[in-house]
């Protein structure tokens, strides 16, 4: 069955520095995966998507992702934080049957 | 194209009364979703249909949770006789099955408080 593991519930950085949210997957066939943002009291927004194309993955707002199968992982990076990208984040995979499948969050602070 | 809809964004309401949520998808997208969120944590599957069939139920989804699309249109989830613990955001999604890798769009959600 799939999963995926978010490390660290809360995440703060510096306005300018580099974000680096983790993901790790479990996955018996090759994964299909997500990051997704979520805003208080919001639905959750697509930021980018991994379908086996490219190992490196760009997203909305200057985010991007690297698929590592060695290390079944999918973090996500942004260069420099902005204020506006305190968030909550979610990683996600996609099941057999087309249920997606969440991690817990990591709730981004963005320190100015 | 306008989205996921979801209605109401709030329900306020009394333990042991029902309510119904209602979801309006994407219009050509054929697979329909209901997830749960409680603080802290991230959604978790209720149920989904494709078209008007409901394809999967959650164990988290107890005799008094239903949920229906009829004509693979809208959907309406409903609880009767809600507890406190069913206070939670409940998340509407859709996406149109084509590959597995297609991404699911969700509304805004459907906050209920149980008091």
């Known amino acids: 069955a799939q999963s995926v593991t978010q490390l660290g519930s809360h995440v703060s950085v510096s306005e300018g520095a580099l974000v680096l949210l983790r993901c790790n997957y479990s996955?018996?066939?090759?994964?299909?995966l997500f990051w997704y943002v979520q805003y208080p009291n919001q639905g959750l927004q697509l930021l980018l998507k991994?379908?086996?194309?490219?190992?490196l993955v760009k997203g909305i707002n200057g985010f991007e992702a690297e698929f590592k199968k060695s290390e079944t992982s999918f973090h996500l990076t942004k260069p420099s934080a902005h204020m506006s990208d305190a968030a909550e984040y979610f990683c996600?995979?996609?099941?057999?049957?087309?249920?997606?499948?969440f991690g817990t969050g990591t709730r981004l602070k963005v320190l100015a | 194209d306008t989205g996921v809809s979801q209605n109401p964004r709030h329900k306020i309401t009394k333990r042991g009364q029902n309510v119904t949520f209602r979801c309006d998808p994407i219009?050509?997208?054929?697979?329909l979703y209901w997830y749960r969120q409680t603080l802290g944590q991230g959604p978790e599957f209720l149920t989904y249909?494709?078209?008007?069939?409901?394809?999967?139920k959650s164990r988290l989804l107890s005799d008094r949770f239903s949920a229906e699309r009829p004509k693979g249109s809208f959907s309406t989830l409903e609880i009767q006789r809600t507890e406190q613990g069913d206070s939670a955001m409940y998340l509407c999604?859709?996406?149109?099955?084509?590959?597995?890798?297609?991404?699911?769009?969700f509304g805004q959600g459907t906050r209920l408080t149980v008091v």
């Open positions: 999604a859709s996406s149109l099955v084509q590959a597995l890798g297609t991404e699911a769009f």
């Open positions: 996955s018996s066939v090759p994964p299909y």
């Open positions: 991994y379908t086996s194309a490219a190992t």
């Open positions: 996600a995979v996609i099941s057999g049957t087309y249920k997606y499948i």
């Open positions: 219009s050509e997208h054929n697979r």
């Open positions: 249909f494709q078209n008007e069939a409901q394809l999967e």
